[in-house]
Nanobody, 111 residues
Framework: QVQLVESGGGLVQTGGSLRLSCAAS????????IRWHRQAPEKQREWVAAVTPAGATTYNDSVKGRFAISRDSARNTVYLPMNSLKPDDTAIYYC?????WGQGTQVTVSS
């Protein structure tokens, strides 16, 4: 069974930075694309960014240039540094591998 554990969320002011982490159990971590998603209050969950096993990255237009997903296969961890944060980035952030999801980490950006 795959376990994904997110961390790094918190409260930050507009323009600030945070770095989220997603630690995965070892099962086939290297073989899967890992995605970050987020869900703001009363909104649908949306995809944020993805990193393939080869390290190729893609981003939602709303975060392009501000977020930078990366993976460390030796540590079974995916990172999401987030810069120039805006109140619209406030959400619970989840990482996902195939059918598995983490429990989420709250990011709150104050104006």
């Amino acid at each position: 069974q795959v376990q994904l554990v997110e961390s790094g969320g918190g409260l930050v002011q507009t323009g600030g930075s945070l770095r989220l982490s997603c630690a995965a159990s070892a099962r086939a971590f290297r073989d899967y694309t890992i995605r970050w998603h987020r869900q703001a209050p009363e909104k649908q969950r949306e995809w944020v960014a993805a990193v393939t096993p080869a390290g190729a990255t893609t981003y939602n237009d709303s975060v392009k240039g501000r977020f930078a997903i990366s993976r460390d296969s030796a540590r079974n961890t995916v990172y999401l540094p987030m810069n120039s944060l805006k109140p619209d980035d406030t959400a619970i952030y989840y990482c996902q591998e195939a059918a598995y999801w983490g429990q989420g980490t709250q990011v709150t950006v104050s104006s």
